[in-house]
């Protein structure tokens, strides 16, 4: 077996395994399974979300309706098509699967520690097997995943760093129930990041 089929067949293992995962729900977590993710080992960027939303998880895609048309807004700006992006690089999250409503009724539940850390291992093995050049990371749980969360959002959007090789960009994250991509101020940190992505796009591919 090649090398690169070798590598697709334990991505199918992988998105297998995780199509049939309940590990959240087993835990007591009241999950809605049905892990949401796309892509395949092929991509060589790599958008990592929070968790998907109702929608998401009905459309069974990742960043489906209001949230994923501000993503690609911003997106497009730094020189990324959305069906080529969708249909080739890869998209994932903190956590796969929908975790439901938050108890105060505004907005979706935060995944706590413990749903990360079960998902965390699946994250772990994408990240492996895809081997991206850049990693998006959007909202404030995937930006944790590399960035110290004591920093303000206002510290971290506008920058970017490399870890393994690979460049990381911060993004705020796109729903209509975050205030921060809002706020006129922050528009300039926004513009910032969306430079450095189309830098790095330009860089992984000079054609596009
Ligand atoms: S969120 Fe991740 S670990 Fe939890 S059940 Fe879904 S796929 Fe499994």
Redesign the pocket.
């Known amino acids: 077996m090649s090398l690169a089929s070798g590598k697709e067949q334990a991505m199918r293992d992988l998105h297998a395994r995780?199509h049939k995962?309940?590990?959240?729900?087993e835990a007591g977590?009241d999950?809605y399974?049905r892990?949401i993710f796309s892509g395949s080992s092929e991509a060589r960027i790599m958008s990592i979300g929070q968790?998907p939303g109702i929608t998401e998880k009905e459309a069974g895609r990742p960043f489906n309706a209001g949230s994923g048309t501000r993503l690609f807004q911003w997106l497009a700006e730094a020189g990324i098509d959305e069906d080529w992006y969708r249909s080739t690089q890869y998209m994932s999250s903190v956590?796969?699967?929908y975790p439901g409503r938050s108890s105060s009724g505004s907005g979706d539940r935060v995944?706590s520690r413990a749903?990360k850390q079960?998902?965390r291992q699946?994250l772990d093995e994408e990240i492996a097997l895809v081997d991206p050049q850049l990693i998006l990371l959007i909202g404030r749980l995937a930006i944790n995943l590399y960035f110290p969360s004591g920093l303000s959002l206002a510290k971290l959007i506008g920058t970017h760093k490399q870890v393994d090789g690979r460049w990381l960009v911060p993004l705020p994250h796109p729903s209509g129930a975050s205030r921060w991509h809002q706020i006129a101020a922050n528009r300039l940190l926004l513009d910032q990041a969306i430079g450095l992505v189309r830098e790095h796009v330009k860089q992984i591919f000079p054609d596009l």
């Open positions: 995780l995962c309940r590990l959240c729900l977590y999950i399974p892990a968790a956590t796969k699967c995944p749903e079960l998902c699946y």
